[in-house]
Structures are given as structure tokens and as C-alpha cells.
């Protein structure tokens, strides 16, 4: 499957197992004749990653295996959200994970930009982090320690690798009380020259529409935010106005037909932009679409300019699996040796 020839298969098969990555689980015949085959097996219990998801009332932190599969958690509340805070967690985090026969490869630090938990604005991880506070964690902790906005860890998590043959580009819009992107193209995370890219929220997908926070009318924000929603209709949060529309309320029904329709426009704007083989839409989205379909697709076609429809995925997550994305996200620049 890797191209590559058996000599030099078995050089690097060697120096894996030497690392302690793999080891050697005998001959198996795998086919009615030939030789028998040389089976390896992964030591996913070799190495662990971790990840810390910070929102604004609290921290979630996982470690994971190099199978991605969670074998420790902590939740605390955040007391105060400062990086000297995020510090002192992410230190009793190496603490606890070691006392438990952990070892940890690499720490990813992941905020959220969605106002989650309360919050009047999103985590803005690269202002709390910075280079030279990086620097520090990893000194004091003794292993690299990397930070990025949630829906990038996400993305190079659960969709980048499940790119298949003959996929290499997808954009990740997730949908809550804000609105984030993130692009993949050429099988690179697209992050921007200051890892600010994704700010799609205040792109004007309508004519017109309902005035968002900056004074635009018909932007992704105004269409199809919770924030924008709860504002229209008086309800706070989605699941009042899904309950709402369930019993027959016509501002909340119009409210989600409209979030529908404003996050199919976006999609097909990103469609025409990059021509991506798949678009996913997450967070609040399965809810909002899910009997909204038609209004969805019909933003879509009101923009998108090509025939041939992407693939189209719909799913959620909840907040364990958000930091179970951060240690993603720290395994991944691991498998890169350097951040995306």
C-alpha cells in the first residue's frame, strides 16, 4: 500500500520496533497459497497525547492513545481564564497523567471561538498562548506543547485522515451561538499567515437579512447564529426555539429555515471558492437542518455554481470530544513534526 519494497519496508520496520512502536506478532497466512505473512502489531499504549479544551466556564482535558481512543479525562471550572491558569492546569495535567503510567508525546491547547458556556466572546487561544508562553510550557513540562483554535484540532482529528483516495480538500463549518470555518486543501489545514483564517462568520450570504452585531444585514452571523436566532425571536438558545417551532412558532420556524438557508448559501460561496470534495457541517447544524433540508439546499443552489454536488456530512460532538480533538490535534503535529 506504501509503494515501498520489501528490504526497505523491513528497515523501517525494524527501526520501529527498536522505538518500541511496534512489535512482532508472528506469521499468519493470509492467502490460499504463498508464504505465510510477517504480522506487526501497533503499540498504541507506547506514547499518549494530550488535550486541553478550554471554554469559558470550563476546561476539559483528555489523553488519548495512538489509536485516538480516550484512556484518562479531568473536567474542572475555570477560575480564572488567564495563561498563567491555562499553565498551572496544563501542569497538573502532565502530573496526574504520569502518576498514572502515562506518557505523554505532546500537549495541544485548544479554545473555543464559539461564546459557549455563557461566555460574551469566544477563547482567543493565540492571544492567551503565545509563542514565548508556549515556549514556557514546554520547558516546564518537558514536552511540546501547542496551541490552535478548536475547529482546526477537529479537523485534523476526525476529518482530515478520513479523507479517502482521490479526496484531498474539505471545508468544516461548525454552527453554534458563533459561527467558525476551516478549510482543507491539498490535504493541508488551511490556517492563514496568522492563524486567523476561517472568520467567515460576517460574509454577506444574502441581499438582505437580519442585522448582525457589526451593523451588516444578510451576513453568515445575521442568517444563521444562535446569537442572531435568540435576537429574532426572543428565545435564548437553540433548544427553546427548536421546542418552540415544534409547537407551531412561526418566528421560531422562520428563524431556523432561515439559519438553514443562510448556512446553505455559505457552503455553496465555499464550494465556489475551493471546490471541495466534501463539506461538514457541525455543531448546532444537525438540529437546525435536520428538518430543514430543502431550505439548506435551496441557499446552496441559490450560489453555488458547480454541478456536481460535494459529499455533504452532518454530525455533532459533544465537549469530551472536543478535547479528545485537542490531543488529535497534538498527536497530529507530532505524525507532522511541526504544527500545521
Known amino acids: 500500500m506504501l509503494g515501498l519494497s520489501r528490504t526497505r519496508m523491513t528497515t523501517i520496520a525494524r527501526d520501529l520496533e527498536a522505538a518500541g512502536l511496534i512489535e512482532d506478532a508472528g506469521l499468519e497466512q493470509r492467502a490460499a497459497t504463498g508464504r505465510p505473512a510477517e504480522m506487526l502489531r501497533a503499540q498504541a499504549q507506547r506514547f499518549h497525547h494530550l488535550g486541553i479544551h478550554v471554554r469559558a466556564a470550563e476546561v476539559v482535558a483528555t489523553a488519548i492513545d495512538l489509536n485516538k481512543t480516550v484512556v484518562w479525562e479531568l473536567r474542572e471550572e475555570v ?64 514536552v511540546p506543547v501547542y496551541a490552535e483554535d478548536d475547529v482546526a484540532a477537529l479537523t485534523a482529528l476526525e476529518q482530515w485522515p478520513l479523507l479517502h483516495s482521490g479526496q484531498d480538500s474539505m471545508v468544516l463549518i461548525s454552527m453554534g451561538y458563533e459561527i467558525a470555518v476551516c478549510v482543507v486543501t491539498d490535504l493541508k489545514i488551511v490556517l492563514g499567515a496568522h492563524q486567523r483564517a476561517g472568520r467567515w462568520a460576517h460574509t454577506l450570504v444574502a441581499n438582505d437579512g437580519p442585522p448582525c452585531r457589526l451593523g451588516h444585514h444578510g451576513c453568515l452571523w445575521g442568517m444563521s447564529s444562535v446569537a442572531s436566532m435568540s435576537l429574532q425571536t426572543g428565545l435564548h438558545g437553540l433548544r427553546p426555539i427548536l421546542e418552540a417551532a415544534g409547537t407551531g412558532h412561526e418566528a421560531a420556524r422562520a428563524a431556523l429555515r432561515q439559519a438553514a438557508w443562510g448556512l446553505g448559501a455559505a457552503s455553496g ?31 446552496y443552489q441559490q450560489v453555488c455554481e458547480s454541478e456536481t454536488l460535494p459529499e455533504i456530512e452532518v454530525t455533532s460532538f459533544d465537549s469530551l470530544e472536543w478535547a479528545r480533538a485537542a490531543a488529535g490535534y497534538a498527536l497530529f503535529c507530532t505524525l507532522t513534526a511541526a504544527t500545521i
Open 79 to 142: 477560575v480564572e481564564l488567564t495563561s498563567a491558569w491555562v499553565l498551572t492546569h496544563l501542569e497538573r495535567c502532565i502530573r496526574e497523567t504520569s502518576a498514572a503510567g502515562l506518557r505523554i508525546a505532546a500537549v495541544a491547547v485548544c479554545g473555543s471561538t464559539q461564546q459557549i458556556d455563557g461566555a460574551t466572546t469566544g477563547v482567543h487561544i493565540h492571544t492567551l498562548l503565545d509563542a514565548s508562553t508556549l515556549a514556557l510550557a514546554a520547558r516546564q513540562t518537558g
Open 269 to 299: 460561496n465555499l464550494v465556489n471558492l475551493i471546490d471541495p470534495d466534501k463539506v461538514v457541517l457541525t455543531g448546532d447544524s444537525r438540529d437546525v437542518i435536520r428538518d430543514n433540508w430543502d431550505d439548506y439546499m435551496s441557499g
